[in-house]
Antibody, heavy 117, light 111 residues
Framework: QLQLQESGPGLVKPSETLSLTCTVS??????????WGWIRQPPGKGLEWIGS???????YYNPSLRSRVTVSVDTSKNQFSLKLRSVTAADTAVYYC?????????WGQGNLVTVSS | QSALTQPASVSGSPGQSITISCTGT?????????VSWYRQHPGKAPKLMIY???NRPSGVSNRFSGSKSGNTASLTISGLQAEDEADYYC???????????FGGGTKLTVL
């Protein structure tokens, strides 16, 4: 059974880089034809797609975040990661990792990241 | 690209049916049969209720159904139950490098 687990710091200082990792179990990132992506949800607000990486390595990003985001894959660890640079308080959110084909998504449980000094 | 448009709130009494709409454009909802609906209870991760416009994942009640007409997709919940009270989000595949759009979410209140 597929399981996705986010991990990373719960607190990041303004202007620094937010880094999260998603550990995948029950499937191999490199052998299946899926997208592996990140979605966030600010407190009390809706869902926002951040970006995804296809199993082949191609990446896709939300245009509003493209200049600050990198999504990458580590096939040796069966993990994928998110880096969001130059964060501000507006980046405070629950961050979810997902496996998806088009928009049929399986979700991790989420990781709250607060941006504050 | 703008988010998909959903009503902010809908309500219904137990046993009734409600429909939530999700309006996009010909570049997303209208152009592909890749629309999903998610239910989210407070403090929980979203749960897939409908995918590819009208397909239900295994384990999802047949009280949930999806459809699409033109640039608007719809989620219908029949026989409303208290457990259906939650936020509902639509999502669509979109052309170009953007890939994924979400609606702003609809809060369903079971009266």
């Amino acid at each position: 059974q597929l399981q996705l687990q986010e991990s990373g710091p719960g607190l990041v200082k303004p202007s620094e880089t937010l880094s999260l990792t998603c550990t995948v179990s029950g499937d191999s990132i490199s052998s299946s034809s899926y997208y592996w992506g990140w979605i966030r949800q600010p407190p009390g607000k809706g869902l926002e797609w951040i970006g995804s990486v296809y199993f082949s390595g191609s990446t896709y990003y939300n245009p509003s975040l493209r200049s600050r985001v990198t999504v990458s894959v580590d096939t040796s660890k069966n993990q994928f990661s998110l880096k969001l640079r130059s964060v501000t308080a507006a980046d405070t959110a629950v961050y979810y990792c997902t496996r998806h084909i088009y928009v049929k998504m399986v979700w991790g449980q989420g990781n709250l990241v607060t941006v504050s000094s | 690209q703008s988010a998909l448009t959903q009503p902010a709130s809908v309500s219904g009494s137990p046993g009734q049916s409600i429909t939530i709409s999700c309006t996009g454009t010909s570049s997303d909802v209208g152009g592909y049969n890749y629309v999903s609906w998610y239910r989210q209870h407070p403090g929980k991760a979203p749960k897939l209720m409908i995918y590819d416009v009208s397909n239900r994942p295994s384990g999802v009640s047949n009280r949930f159904s999806g459809s699409k007409s033109g640039n608007t997709a719809s989620l219908t919940i029949s026989g409303l139950q208290a457990e259906d009270e939650a936020d509902y989000y639509c999502s669509s595949y979109t052309s170009g490098s953007t890939l994924v759009l979400f609606g702003g979410g609809t809060k369903l209140t079971v009266l």
